[in-house]
């Protein structure tokens, strides 16, 4: 799987939308980028996955540039529950290969 | 809505004791794994289950055993537990192993070993 690049920490003020960065710039035609959050100490939590096209649904919206190189997570309006680690990941589309979690990206939703 | 649910959530073993931690999901998923974190660390897998009656090795293998026992459960066992493998354990599911379908975390067992 291609690896995947994020900023170790965020802060974002409540309220307002936050943006996760992921750079992932030897990612392959047939890989999908997912994006996982882990608050703490529960189990990971899906958010949202996507190949090529932008895609929303009613936790985040995803936002995959043209050569599929980076890619942006974005809540559009967070709240101090979305504090969480968040893992950007690119997985192959067939086969049996396990998610890869890297250190992700520590957001802190700050009142 | 259980989902995926591990058992027990809490444990602490001395070294050299053995231990099975279990998992089980509602879900009617094919696939189940078996992932460690350690502290400020990503998730490793240990050893998935793409269906019924198969196992594979994952990341981090070694010192663990595993059975899926039928489609709903998935244990993971360590037979002489050592102080490196205290940690967080967490199971997952999904319906298929293929990239396009996202996977249950159960809400882990932390375990350890003195």
């Known amino acids: 799987d291609a690896k995947t690049t994020q900023p170790p920490s965020m802060d974002c003020a409540e309220g307002r939308a936050a943006n996760l960065p992921c750079n992932h710039s030897?990612?392959?035609?047939?890989?999908?980028v997912y994006w996982y959050r882990q608050i703490h100490s529960q189990g990971p939590q899906y958010i949202i996955h996507g190949l090529k096209n932008n895609e929303t649904n009613e936790m985040a919206s995803l936002i995959i540039t043209e050569d599929r190189k980076s890619s942006t997570l974005i809540l559009p309006h967070a709240t101090l529950r979305d504090t969480a680690v968040y893992y950007c990941?690119?997985?192959?589309?067939?086969?049996?290969?396990?998610?890869?979690f890297g250190k992700g990206t520590r957001l802190s939703v700050i009142a | 809505n259980a989902g995926v649910t591990q058992t027990p959530k809490f444990q602490v073993l001395k070294t050299g004791q053995s231990m099975t931690l279990q998992c089980a999901q509602d879900m009617n998923h094919n696939s189940m794994y078996w992932y460690r974190q350690d502290p400020g660390m990503g998730l490793r897998l240990i050893y998935y289950s793409a269906s019924e009656g198969t196992t594979d090795k994952g990341e981090v293998p070694n010192g663990y055993n595993v059975s899926r026992l039928n489609k709903r459960e998935f244990s993971l066992r360590l037979e002489s537990a050592a102080p490196s493998q205290t940690s967080v354990y967490f199971c997952a599911s999904t319906q298929q192993s293929g990239a396009n379908q996202p996977q249950h975390f159960g809400d882990g067992t932390r375990l350890s070993i003195l």
């Open positions: 990941i690119v997985r192959v589309l067939s086969g049996n290969t396990p998610l890869v």
């Open positions: 030897t990612i392959s035609g047939n890989e999908y």
